[in-house]
């Protein structure tokens, strides 16, 4: 198993600013993500984190919007840029060596 | 598209007493999957059924797997308090590449269990 770090665990941001997430892994994992759960709604996978290279964005998330880093195999960001109140969400970091995810306690985004 | 889909969406129980909770999916899976989140936490994985498994067993935990319904069932017996949470199954789909990045989740149970 895999013990993740995350923060900031919350924060309250103004309109138009950026807000950069910290994931940190205490062990090296082969796969990093990052997910985005709106209020009472399932999980939705943002982008993979590749290390060393430029993360893998699914449909409908752009790299402007949610640049991610991944400088090496346990740790990761994700910037929410140019906020607006409908990027208010939580955001979660997990990580994987194969078929099962572990999570950080997620960071609790609210945009005013 | 949404895989897997939780039934149902809440659930309130009486401690001591079973919880039951479903997912159906839409397509072949190569496993299936259930997490746990307390509130405003990260999830935390129960438990893994391959697609060529009918039934496993963890603790108090119970699944089933019925890959000819596609759907899946969590049993949880004889709760606790500390059991309240939500219960999100997540697929692999066949063909994803049978990695963590093909898991899709669904939305989840509610379940809370009274003292």
């Known amino acids: 198993s895999a013990v993740i770090s995350q923060k900031p665990s919350r924060d309250i941001c103004q309109r138009g600013t950026s807000l950069t997430i910290q994931c940190q892994v205490d062990s090296q994992v082969t796969m990093m993500f990052w997910y985005r759960q709106q209020p009472g709604q399932s999980l939705t996978l943002i982008a993979t984190?590749?290390?060393?290279?430029?993360?893998?964005?699914e449909s409908g998330f752009v790299i402007d919007k949610f640049p991610i880093s991944r400088p090496n195999l346990t740790f990761s960001t994700l910037t929410v840029s140019n906020m607006s109140p409908e990027d208010s969400s939580i955001y979660l970091c997990?990580?994987?060596?194969?078929?099962?995810?572990?999570f950080g306690s997620g960071t609790q985004l609210s945009v005013l | 598209s949404q895989q897997g889909e939780e039934d149902p969406q809440a659930l309130s129980i009486q401690e001591g007493e079973n919880a039951t909770m479903n997912c159906s999916y839409k397509?072949?899976?190569?496993?299936l999957q259930w997490y746990r989140q307390n509130s405003g936490r990260g999830l935390v994985h129960l438990i893994l059924i391959r697609s060529n498994e009918r039934e496993k067993h963890s603790g108090r935990l119970r699944v089933t797997l019925d890959t000819s319904k596609k759907s899946s069932s969590l049993l949880i017996t004889a709760s606790r308090a500390a059991d309240t949470a939500s219960y999100f199954c997540?697929?692999?789909?066949?063909?994803?590449?049978?990695?963590?990045?093909?898991?899709?989740f669904g939305k989840g149970t509610h379940l809370i269990i009274q003292p």
């Open positions: 997990s990580a994987s060596n194969l078929e099962k995810l572990f």
């Open positions: 984190a590749n290390q060393g290279s430029e993360a893998t964005y």
């Open positions: 397509t072949s899976i190569n496993n």
């Open positions: 997540a697929t692999d789909a066949m063909g994803s590449g049978g990695g963590a990045d093909g898991l899709t």
